[in-house]
């Protein structure tokens, strides 16, 4: 939840200096750089808010919840990263990153990100009300989960619901994306890309409290990771819309772009899932 919240925020900051033209939206480059400077600055958030939910959920180990925040996202993009950097120095292909590069990310995380993870959590053990305000009275016994229930209210339907109705919204714009980043093409109607993620965000909420609220009535109580996981879906319907894309709508062929394509785009479609 921690990630999740501070990759929202870095994608507001990044969409909003772009918007500005205080990020060059023409070169790739400094696209990817405001990625990683962004990101490493919002980890605060990261720290402060997971800390605050854990210990709302009345669990006492915060020490272990700030090193797994701070490693769940960082952690699968340096694998990915790895693969695809060491297929394109196989190749010999400029698009492998110099080790100053290398160095000078893994001195951000190091030195910036790493530390205010750290911090945020420290703020939220410190100050955060550790109190979680329930809306309703609820006991400490846990009833029986009813086993027979229509299908349209089982669990892998609201599944396919939760992705597909979000997905849906961003279907016309997730193809000019595509094409800007796999493509040739430029994107610069990043005004329009951020009303889309407003879209995105609103009609994923409305489609989370409405499959809370059906899975509630049929009087299952395990709510946490079924809200968790239908706000996520929607990462999974992007990239398996990934598959279809690469298959009908690319050029893209060979193993060094299959797996930059394939790689950054689990990487792309975990940041949504979170």
Request: proline share 4%; glycine share 6%; charged share 10%.
């Amino acid at each position: 939840v921690g990630t999740g919240n501070q990759l929202l925020v870095m994608t507001f900051c990044h969409l909003g200096l772009a918007l500005t033209g205080l990020i060059s939206t023409t070169r790739r480059g400094s696209i990817l750089a405001g990625v990683v400077v962004l990101y490493c600055l919002t980890s605060f958030v990261a720290g402060y808010t997971s800390v605050r939910l854990y210990r709302q959920m009345n669990e006492k180990n915060w020490v272990r919840c700030i090193v797994l925040t701070a490693t769940l996202f960082p952690a699968p993009v340096v694998a990915v990263f790895l693969w695809v950097n060491s297929v394109a120095v196989a190749h010999g292909s400029t698009s492998a990153l110099p080790f100053t590069a290398i160095l000078t990310v893994t001195a951000l995380y190091i030195f910036l990100a790493f530390p205010l993870t750290i911090f945020g959590g420290i703020c939220a053990k410190n100050y955060a009300n550790p109190d979680f305000n329930a809306p309703t009275r609820t006991t400490k016994v846990a009833r029986e989960i009813p086993t027979e229930i229509p299908w349209y209210r089982s669990r892998p339907f609201q599944v396919l619901i939760a992705g597909f109705l979000p997905f849906s919204a961003i279907y016309i714009e997730l193809h000019y994306i595509f094409a800007s980043m796999w493509g040739h093409q430029i994107y610069t109607l990043f005004g329009i890309l951020l009303l889309a993620f407003i879209l995105l965000i609103i009609v994923t909420s409305f489609i989370t409290v409405a499959l809370l609220y059906f899975q509630l009535a049929r009087e299952d109580h395990r709510w946490w990771w079924a809200s968790y996981v239908n706000g996520g879906m929607t990462g999974i319907f992007i990239y398996a819309y990934s598959f279809y894309y690469y298959f009908h709508r690319s050029a893209l062929n060979g193993l060094l772009q299959t797996s930059f394509y394939f790689g950054y785009m689990a990487v792309v479609s975990f940041a949504f899932f979170l």
